[in-house]
């Protein structure tokens, strides 16, 4: 994409530009990441906030080249391996299913990964990043192949690299490769009882 996310965007009410500039792009360069540089993504999800501060979130990570990259690359659905084979680094994204401290149920471990998660899609996006997050993605053999833990679910997976344009995308995708807009405000958010018809 070259043309700028205010052509596609505009917030209703005042907010800071990094919440609505950040999108997900399918287009990647292909170029590798620096190590540090992954790492900070980490690093801006361990700051979000959790239930108990249990930070229920665990991720497992594969950067291209590397000998596992192939491995998470298969766990993606190939509709999601056309383009993703194309990011930086691929990130599965866990959430512990109990808490820690008393191994009862942890009824937010998906909500607090979602926190972090949404971390990460904002510090990559300061650095010059993109992130997509994916849901089409074997969640079973992900389970299985990476060595899950029962108490542990599979959230998701992340793609992250350096974004390119469009135009390197199969044609297909092109059409799609540019900033979503949102429900309004007022289509989601409501003072009181939930609204009848």
Same mark, same amino acid.
């Given at each position: 994409?070259?043309?700028?996310?205010?052509?596609?965007?505009?917030?209703?009410?005042?907010? %800071?530009?990094?919440?609505?500039?950040?999108? @997900?792009?399918?287009? #990647?360069?292909?170029?590798?990441?620096?190590? !540090?540089?992954?790492?900070?993504?980490?690093?801006?999800?361990?700051?979000?906030?959790?239930?108990?501060?249990?930070?229920?979130?665990?991720?497992?990570?594969?950067?291209?080249?590397? @000998? %596992?990259?192939?491995?998470?690359? !298969?766990?993606?659905?190939?509709?999601?391996?056309?383009?993703?084979?194309?990011?930086?680094?691929?990130?599965?994204?866990?959430? &512990? &299913? @109990? #808490?820690?401290?008393?191994? &009862?149920?942890?009824?937010?471990?998906?909500? %607090?990964?979602?926190?972090?998660?949404?971390?990460?899609?904002?510090?990559?996006?300061?650095?010059? $990043?993109?992130?997509?997050?994916?849901?089409?993605?074997?969640?079973?053999?992900?389970?299985?192949? $990476?060595?899950?833990?029962?108490?542990?679910?599979?959230?998701?997976?992340?793609?992250?690299?350096?974004?390119? @344009?469009? !135009?390197? $995308?199969?044609?297909?995708?092109?059409?799609?490769?540019?900033?979503?807009?949102?429900?309004?405000?007022?289509?989601?958010?409501?003072?009181?009882?939930?609204?009848? !018809?």
């Amino acid at each position: 994409m070259t043309e700028p996310v205010e052509i596609y965007r505009t917030p209703g009410f005042p907010v %800071d530009y990094q919440f609505w500039q950040r999108w @997900s792009p399918r287009a #990647f360069t292909g170029e590798a990441i620096r190590e !540090d540089q992954l790492m900070s993504l980490f690093e801006a999800a361990r700051w979000a906030p959790s239930c108990f501060n249990e930070q229920p979130w665990r991720f497992l990570y594969a950067q291209r080249d590397s @000998s %596992d990259w192939q491995l998470f690359l !298969d766990l993606l659905m190939e509709g999601n391996q056309a383009w993703a084979e194309n990011s930086s680094a691929l990130i599965v994204v866990l959430s &512990k &299913k @109990s #808490f820690s401290h008393n191994g &009862k149920p942890n009824g937010t471990h998906s909500f %607090d990964c979602g926190a972090a998660w949404q971390n990460i899609a904002l510090q990559a996006a300061l650095m010059g $990043l993109a992130t997509h997050g994916m849901a089409g993605i074997h969640y079973q053999r992900i389970a299985d192949e $990476l060595n899950v833990p029962d108490d542990f679910n599979v959230e998701m997976m992340i793609a992250v690299g350096v974004p390119a @344009s469009a !135009d390197t $995308l199969e044609e297909s995708l092109r059409e799609r490769e540019k900033p979503s807009d949102r429900k309004a405000v007022t289509e989601t958010c409501f003072a009181g009882r939930f609204p009848e !018809d």
